[in-house]
T-cell receptor, first 113, second 113 residues
Framework: NAGVTQTPKFQVLKTGQSMTLQCAQD?????MSWYRQDPGMGLRLIHY???????DQGEVPNGYNVSRSTTEDFPLRLLSAAPSQTSVYFCASSGTGMRQPQHFGDGTRLSIL | AQTVTQSQPEMSVQEAETVTLSCTYD???????LFWYKQPPSRQMILVIRQEAYKQQNATENRFSVNFQKAAKSFSLKISDSQLGDTAMYFC??????????FGQGTRLTINP
């Protein structure tokens, strides 16, 4: 059981480049989300989805796009990378219900030069 | 706004000692869940323990236990008989509904031999 799989694990981009961080889960979870982790700030929610075709903004959505065409996949797109987006990105999924914990991928370390 | 505060950026104890990590949160919700996650140097986010706000009994998982004070909005984590493998960042997280998690800033815990 793979759980939540994120690719790539590391990436270096130049300012203005675009890229997509991939996230896939095999647990049939309805809820998926993207977080960014910066030193001293914990994890902050970027975007989330409560099911295929449904997405919504989190705390820090600017500069990021998401879509959810299938239950399994939830990619995060950076349209024009900026140095302020240098961070570690985590994808997470969970079943429905308050009690369900979120399961995290291993993270992507992204550096924007 | 719902917030989570971890007031101890760093802590350090000797192996086999007991250590308590503090967490407070702010919410007007009456039912919610609280979680502690561990992030070792490998960067994985690992669920340590969870607590439902409606349950007065404090949750326990082996050497890990919580002291949940709902009126004070406090949710501390106690690690007994600490081990070198407990060295990690620890995040307190608050879940007010079925989806979103709100994280604290984290506490870096070092267990010294």
């Amino acid at each position: 059981n793979a759980g939540v799989t994120q690719t790539p694990k590391f990436q270096v981009l130049k300012t203005g480049q675009s890229m997509t961080l991939q996230c896939a889960q095999d647990m049939n979870h309805e809820y998926m989300s993207w977080y960014r982790q910066d030193p001293g700030m914990g994890l902050r929610l970027i975007h989330y989805s409560v099911g295929a075709g449904i997405t919504d903004q989190g705390e820090v959505p600017n500069g990021y796009n998401v879509s959810r065409s299938t239950t399994e996949d939830f990619p995060l797109r950076l349209l024009s990378a900026a140095p302020s987006q240098t961070s570690v990105y985590f994808c997470a999924s969970s079943g429905t219900g308050m009690r369900q914990p979120q399961h995290f991928g291993d993270g992507t370390r992204l550096s924007i030069l | 706004a719902q917030t989570v505060t971890q007031s101890q950026p760093e802590m350090s104890v000797q192996e086999a000692e007991t250590v308590t990590l503090s967490c407070t949160y702010d919410t007007s919700e009456n039912n919610y869940y609280l979680f502690w996650y561990k992030q070792p140097p490998s960067r994985q986010m690992i669920l340590v323990i969870r607590q439902e706000a409606y349950k007065q009994q404090n949750a326990t998982e082996n050497r890990f236990s919580v002291n949940f004070q709902k009126a004070a909005k406090s949710f501390s984590l106690k690690i007994s008989d600490s081990q070198l493998g407990d060295t990690a960042m620890y995040f307190c997280a608050f879940k007010p509904g079925a989806q979103k998690l709100v994280f604290g800033q984290g506490t870096r815990l070092t267990i010294n031999p």
